[in-house]
Each structure stands twice: as C-alpha cells, then as structure tokens.
C-alpha cells in the first residue's frame, strides 16, 4: 500500500460503487412506473370520446346551442335539391384556318367553317317543387338535353325528360316518376331584403355524385333587381345578387332565405370573363318569376310570346343628338311604325326618342325587348319620350301579331 497510485485509485473507486449501490437500492420520489403512465391515459381518452358521444346527443344543451337558423334550413331544405347530369347536343363552328388562302367562292364547298353537332355531358343542379316529382332548373342546363339523370340525396338516381323550357328566362321543368318526393317551400322573392342571410344549394363540380347530398355555401343578399342585360338569347333582369359561393355546377340550385324558404334560382356567377370558378358574386332569378314562367311551362310545355308593339328603333348617336337638341346620345328613336299597330293607337311617332320604359332606362332596342320578354298581350308598356324639346309619357298596350290573330 506504499504505492501511491494504488492508493489514489482506491480512494476514487470505493465512493463511486457506494453510489451505484445506494442509487440501485432506493426509488426515486415522485417517478410513476410506464404502466401506470398507459392506464391514466387510457382512462383520460374514454372519458374525452364518451364526452363526445355525449355532445351529439340532441337533448345536450351544448349541441342545441349550435344549431341556428341556417343550420335548419340547411336540414329543412337539402332533401329537396338534386344534381343533374346530362348529355346535350351543341352545335360546334370549327375555324378553317386556310380560309385566308382560299376566298375564291370556287373553294368554298372545299375549305371554309365547318359546322357540325356533337353530344356533351354537361353537369348542373335543381330543386324539387312537388312530391310528384316536377323539377326546377336553368334551361343552360338541360334545355337541349337529350338524356337527363337525377341525383337526389342518399344517392338515388332517376332518369328526367323536359316538360318545357324557355330560353329567354333561362328556366326549365323537369319531370320524374315518384311519389311522396321531398319538395322545397317557395317563398317571396319581392320581400327579400338586403343584408339578410341567404344559403345557395348546389351541385358544384359535381360533387354531389361524391357525397351524395348538395353542397351548401353561405352569404347575404348584397342586392336585389340587378339588371345584366341580354347574354346570347337569354335575358337577365331583376336579378338576385349574393356573395355566397356559386360555382360551375350550382346552375339550376336554390338559393334560399334562413326561413327555409326557396327565393331565387342560382344562374350566373361574376367572372370578369376569365374563369368559371367563384370569385365573389353570383346572381339568381327571383322565384316569383320563375313561379309565373312554370306554371306556363306546366300548362303548355314552353311560354308563347307573340306579341308586338307596332315599332322600330335604332340607338341614338351624337349626331342624332344634336339634331334633336338632346344635351346627350341617350335612348333610342323611332325608326319605323306600323300601320294601324299599337304604336299607332297609343299616338307614337317616328323620330320620337324612347327614353324609359316601365321606369328603366333604354340604351338599346334589347333593353325595350327585356322587358316584352315577361309581358302579354294586353300589358301596359309605359314610355318616357323625348319629343320637340320636351319629354311626355306614352302607354302602349300590346297586342298579337295581326298575322296571328284569328
């Protein structure tokens, strides 16, 4: 034991095994052993998931809280509302892209357009209006449909045909063999106000297929008889605007109030002309004018407009206007009347400039057309007139086409 550094070693080894023997022998304080530690998870996870179980009850008062106005319109409304899948025939022009080449009417039964007809599937939504099975929709979506399928909720589907269907305002019946269906409560479209809550159903991108049940998007009425103008043959007036999302494939759906009541049919979405997709406003025909176009519909399978006013218009331009003595081109003049025709009787003339009619302003003869669009004969058409400096009012009243009458 003379030896140092056996000394130093053995002064150095004795406490580190005293250690190790005391820390092997005693249990820490405080430390839980890994089973414990399992069971008291095991125990917080059920009481979490009965907790939940217990949330979905419908006599919790938490799950009651939740629900809401909308809430049960959604529920009160979504049975009723159907995708609908079509096969349509469009007529495609295909651009001859020699045509610059060949003008020389030689050519022409050789090279020039062609046009031609195909089938196209195309996509859209409707709303249920009777347990018997009629069927609200946009007349883009199934008017020139030549084979319909319905998709109602719960993933039935149920083969269409059309009863009628009327371009101008772009809405279409349709009709399927059931009973008892659910059908949606029609409201008023003249009391919608704006700021109030709305909920469009709908199809969009045809997800229905996927979930069986319409998609749901909310927003408010943000203004009401917004007049768009005519789009190819249709004509769009006293729309419906909202903000709630109306994609491709919600054509056709309803629009609805927090009552549950449908209001309007979804038809158009604002896209600045770029894309198809949502992007911040979408517009819906007011139900009190598709109510008054189905009925017809139902009656005699498509709306009968021979009716006429008896004169001829062009657009009013700055040179007119200032041979009139007009401040500004606005309106358009008379151009023509016809003998012994309403315009006649009601007294007016050619070179009369048509300001207003019914109270909206006249830039075009279409503005005066989107109006006759919703009339019969025997309506009123009331005009704001320019005439000598001066402006007076005209009631028109329509009448059928004398080749017409028998």
Known sequence: ?????????????????????????????????????????????????????????????VHSSRQNAITRAVAKVSPAVVGINVIAVQQVTVRDPFAGFFNDPFFKPFFGDRTYKQEVKELGSGFIISPDGYIVTNDHVAGNATDITITISGGKQMKAKVVGTDPATDICLLKVDGKEL??????????????????????????????DKPTVTVGVISATGMKLGQLENRYYRDMIETDAA?????SGGPLVNSNGEVIGMNTL??????????????????INK??????????????????????????VDARIAQYLGMKQPQGVIVSDIQAGGPAVVAGLKIGD??????????????????VMVEAS?????????????????ISLKLEVPKKERK
């Open 290 to 315: 598709v109510k008054k176009v189905v009925i017809d519909l139902k009656k005699k399978g498509k709306i009968s407009r021979d009716i006429t006013a008896g004169f001829d218009v062009q657009p």
């Open 353 to 370: 400039v048509v300001l207003e009619v019914n109270g909206e302003k006249v830039n075009s003869d279409s503005d005066i057309l989107a």
């Open 269 to 286: 979405i604002f896209t600045a002309g770029q894309t198809s997709t949502y992007i911040g406003y979408g517009f819906a025909i007011p």
């Open 182 to 211: 659910p059908y949606v409560t029609i409201g008023n479209s003249d009391e919608v106000m704006i700021g109030e809550w709305t909920i469009a159903f709908g199809n969009p991108f045809g997800l229905f297929e996927i979930n």
């Open 377 to 393: 004969p025997g309506d009123y058409l009331k005009f704001k007139v320019f005439r000598d400096h001066k402006t007076i009012d």
């Open 246 to 250: 109306i994609n491709g494939g919600n």
């Open 1 to 61: 034991m003379n030896n140092p550094y056996l000394r130093f070693f053995i002064i150095l080894t004795v406490p580190l095994l005293l250690g190790f023997g005391l820390g092997y022998i005693v249990k820490p304080i405080g430390v839980k052993p890994v089973n414990a530690a399992d069971t008291t998870f095991d125990q917080a996870f059920s009481q979490a998931a009965h907790t939940q179980d217990k949330a979905g009850q419908d006599d919790d008062p």
